[in-house]
């Protein structure tokens, strides 16, 4: 299946590695990997030339019901790269952060964080928080 849209460009292996030609055009296609919200990843292959977008079996469907054929247009601008790599590098760190705190007291450290993020003394409860934890417990 074609369309003259666009696709989702990940932020790397733009190129599959066995370079497929389009079978419109002939041009060597570029591989598209969209990962969904659900972390499934749909891979997508656009002609060089034409820009035609192919689909497998299940990839239309799967971006449609993840709302991303509302943006096929845009998906091959650096400016959506950007977003997906800033995206990617976000949840990769909270997922550190997860690992590093634990489950409870990352909740905990969100939920405080949440709190205190309006808050006009905001500056004076981070000290106050920065002095208790570093008193001994007598």
């Not at 499934?40 to 469907?61: K, T, Y």
């Not at 601008?77 to 007291?105: C, I, M, V, Y």
Request: proline share 3%.
């Amino acid at each position: 299946m074609s369309d003259d849209a666009e696709s989702i460009v990940s932020p790397a292996n733009v190129h599959d590695d066995a370079a497929a030609r389009c079978p419109a055009d002939r041009s060597i296609m570029a591989q598209a990997i969209i990962e969904r919200e659900d972390r499934q990843s749909v891979h997508i292959d656009r002609g060089g030339s034409c820009l035609g977008v192919w689909f497998d079996s299940g990839e239309w469907a799967a971006l449609a019901s993840s709302h991303l054929l509302e943006h096929l247009d845009e998906f091959w601008t650096e400016e959506w790269r950007s977003r997906q790599r800033q995206e990617h590098e976000r949840a990769a760190g909270e997922n550190r952060l997860k690992e590093d705190f634990g489950p409870d007291l990352y909740a905990q450290l969100c939920a405080l964080a949440d709190s205190l993020r309006d808050h006009p003394r905001r500056s004076q409860a981070l000290a106050m928080i920065r002095e208790l934890s570093s008193r001994s417990r007598a």
